[in-house]
Structures are given as structure tokens and as C-alpha cells.
């Protein structure tokens, strides 16, 4: 006899198929199959050895100290974080930035997809003033964003100006004409670099969105996964900048260590004050080890020093070399376009004119091996019909190198049949 349990609003809408799960199961499933698969999809980061090595370093001189195996691992945080870290993370920005923040500008998620998780449910839904929304400025924006509401509908997103740029690339800039900001938007948020794009908007660009939230009163989330200081994975100019309007999320996945799940949030008090408490109901602390494991490197400024030399450099130099590819096979037999490489491990491909949904496209890719990531799944809250919407995809370059190649040339084939 079975049993069909009955499940509330927020159970369907949490179990229903959407990009960001496909996406983890596909990734997980070809990690532990015994089949070659191409990975371009997903998002974790490359294992660098050099850096790696440092992690272990700094594990084996946790666990030689007093005590400091048996503090990480047997002792609870506060909701808001572990107080060392986060005082060492308030002299960090003050010394590196002249922020002038104070450790209730500062909170620990369990990872940064928690902070905006998080962050969207406590400035968007349902509230006395009625239902507010967060505003993405420039769609494409990460997946990961899309189903990130506990309530349905809490994403409106705008629309980019697409400019042409030679040897077949272009760019995304926020369309300020038409970014009709009204009371029913509870935030603004951008990722720099943008996940799936690469795209860096301008200081310029950011200083407008700030000067817009301001105004109305709301925050604006700026999403540091990828940015500065680290990993630094910014191939532009791009100045870091905070004020009290601003909510900074940052990330340790992308230095190495996804397995860790910590989230940095730099924000007004009231916004820490609020973080820590859902901490506290949901998961009653955080997880400790990318903490304990960092703080030094935080301390010393050793933190900008590994990005800056190590993990940049490793990214320009793949990005490089997959732009290369992406000429050697795509140019003359293929129409394309790809996005300005200006920060992240991702290129954003453009197929202006493609027969077929992008989703289509990205069955008969796995189908010869080669996982990508179907563009349909980027545009949270642009319920408009555009074509643009059905002819991109995003690919990682962060894996193996030759499989990088093997698998830009297999897409090149496929392309080609079309």
C-alpha cells in the first residue's frame, strides 16, 4: 500500500523540476557515472592544485593547534557568525577598503545562494504595504535566483541594450530609458560578474542603480560570488563599493571551497540583525570550517594575494584558450555571438536565428555528451516573449582543458546539422 502525502504551496513549488535542479542532477549524475561526459554545465569551480595545497596547509595547522580541531568541528557559532572571523572580516574591508564598518555590518550564511535566498524573502512577498518584488535590471541573471521565492512571482526583470563589439562578441548594459523603479519593488539585484554572462557592469552603471535605491528607499544586492577582492575573477575594471544602502554578498565557494558553504554579507545593521535571525530559525548557526580555515588569510591579506596571483591568472589563461577554441570552430561554419568575457568561468553563447528552443539544443548536446546549460532557464521575471531568451546557452570553461576543447568542437558539430 503506498501513501501520497499532501504537500503544502511551499512543498510544490520547492519540489517542481526547475533549471537550477536539472542542472545539479545532471552534474551529479555524470560526476559519479562511469561514462565520458563533457562537463561544460555546471558551476563548480576548477581544482587548482597550487591552492588546493594551501587548503591543506591550513587543515593541517588547524588540527597541530590546541584545541582547534575539536573547536571547529564541536562547538556551535552564534546565528550572526563566528565573532573572530567576523571581526577579522570588519579590519579586513577597513584596512583593504575604508569602509568603515562595524561587526553589526557584518553576517555569515551557510553559503551566498543562502543569503539570497534569504535576502529576496525578507524584502519581497507579501507585506502590510502590499506585494513587493525584486528587480533585476539586466536579464540574463543566474539561475539559481529563479525559484528563490517562497512566494510565486517575486522577480521583474528588465531588458538589456545589446551592444555589437567586433570578432563576433557583444555586451549587455543596463537599459536606465526604461527602469521604471515603483513601490511595489522591494529590492534591486545584480551579480558583477553576472552568472551566466561574464558581463561586468560599470561603476558608472552601478553607481546609477544605487543612486535609484536610495531614492525609493531599498536596498541594493550586489552578488559577489565571482568579483572582488576575492576570487577576483574580473577581467574589467570594476571598483568595489559600499554604503549603507548597499548589500554586499560574497562567497568562498569560488576560491576552492564550495564544500564549506559560507556566504559573507556586508550590510546595514538592521539587514545583519535580520540575517542572523533567520540563521538562527533555520539552521540555528553556521557551518565553521571555511571560517576557521580563512581567517588567517583574511589577517594577513594573504586571501587577495591567492586570488590575485593564483586564481586569476588560472581563469584569464582558460578563458583565453576557450575563446581560441570557440574561433577555431565556430568561425565561417557557425553564426554566433559570445558574450564579453569580462569576469567569471562562464561564456554566454548567442545563436541569433537558431531553429530550434535552446533546450532542444541542450538534449542533443548531452545526447553526444557534452553538458551545457539551456539559456530559457536565465530570465527570472521577463514574462515577454523574446527570441533572445530561446537562442543562447551558457558553458563552463573551468574543467579539464582537452575536455573543454573536445566538447566546444562536438558543439560546433551539432550547430553545424542545424
Request: charged share 20%.
Amino acid at each position: 500500500m503506498s501513501t501520497t502525502f499532501r504537500l503544502s504551496n511551499f512543498g510544490n513549488k520547492m519540489t517542481r523540476s526547475t533549471g537550477i535542479s536539472i542542472l545539479m542532477d545532471d552534474l551529479g549524475k555524470a560526476l559519479s557515472g562511469s561514462d565520458k561526459v563533457y562537463m561544460l554545465g555546471g558551476g563548480n569551480p576548477a581544482h587548482i592544485a597550487a591552492v588546493e595545497a594551501i587548503w591543506r596547509k591550513q587543515m593541517h595547522v588547524i588540527m597541530a593547534s590546541e584545541n582547534g580541531f575539536e573547536k571547529m568541528l564541536g562547538n556551535y557559532d552564534t546565528p550572526q557568525g563566528m565573532m573572530t572571523f567576523i571581526d577579522t572580516i570588519v579590519d579586513f574591508f577597513n584596512r583593504n577598503y575604508g569602509w568603515g564598518i562595524k561587526a553589526d555590518n557584518v553576517a555569515i550564511t551557510n553559503g551566498s545562494q543562502s543569503a539570497c535566498f534569504f535576502l529576496f524573502n525578507l524584502f519581497a512577498g507579501t507585506s502590510p504595504q502590499g506585494k513587493r518584488k525584486i528587480l533585476l535590471p539586466i536579464a540574463p541573471e543566474y539561475i539559481g535566483y529563479t525559484d528563490q521565492g517562497i512566494e510565486e512571482d517575486i522577480f521583474v526583470s528588465r531588458r538589456p541594450i545589446i551592444e555589437e563589439l567586433p570578432d563576433h562578441q557583444f555586451k549587455y548594459h543596463v537599459d536606465f530609458d526604461n527602469l521604471h523603479i515603483g513601490d511595489d519593488i522591494g529590492a534591486i539585484c545584480i551579480s558583477r560578474p553576472t552568472n551566466p554572462t561574464g558581463n561586468v557592469i560599470t561603476d558608472e552603471e552601478l553607481d546609477r542603480l544605487s543612486v535609484l535605491a536610495r531614492a525609493q528607499g531599498i536596498p541594493l544586492i550586489v552578488d559577489n560570488a565571482y568579483g572582488n577582492p576575492f576570487p577576483q575573477m574580473i577581467f574589467s575594471d570594476a571598483t568595489l563599493q559600499w554604503n549603507d544602502q548597499i548589500v554586499h554578498s560574497f562567497s568562498l565557494s569560488k576560491i576552492g571551497l564550495p564544500g564549506t558553504r559560507t556566504g559573507i554579507v556586508i550590510a546595514h545593521p538592521e539587514t545583519v540583525a535580520a540575517l542572523a535571525a533567520v540563521n538562527a530559525v533555520v539552521s540555528l548557526a553556521n557551518g565553521s570550517i571555511g571560517q576557521a580555515l580563512t581567517l588567517p588569510l583574511f589577517q594577513s591579506d594573504a586571501i587577495v594575494h591567492i586570488s590575485a596571483t593564483l586564481i586569476k591568472p588560472f581563469y584569464a589563461n582558460k578563458s583565453k584558450q576557450a575563446t581560441a577554441w570557440i574561433r577555431q570552430y565556430f568561425d565561417g561554419l557557425v553564426d554566433y555571438r559570445m558574450h564579453k568575457c569580462e569576469g567569471s568561468f562562464f561564456f554566454w553563447l548567442w545563436f541569433p536565428g537558431l531553429k530550434i528552443d535552446s533546450m532542444e539544443l541542450y538534449q542533443r548536446l548531452k545526447a553526444r555528451k557534452v553538458l551545457v546549460v539551456p539559456g530559457n532557464f536565465f530570465f527570472p521575471g521577463l514574462d515577454e516573449e523574446w527570441q533572445h531568451k530561446h537562442e543562447c546557452l551558457r558553458m563552463s570553461y573551468a574543467q579539464n582543458s582537452e575536455d573543454v576543447r573536445q566538447g566546444i568542437e562536438i558543439m560546433a558539430e551539432v550547430l553545424q546539422q542545424l
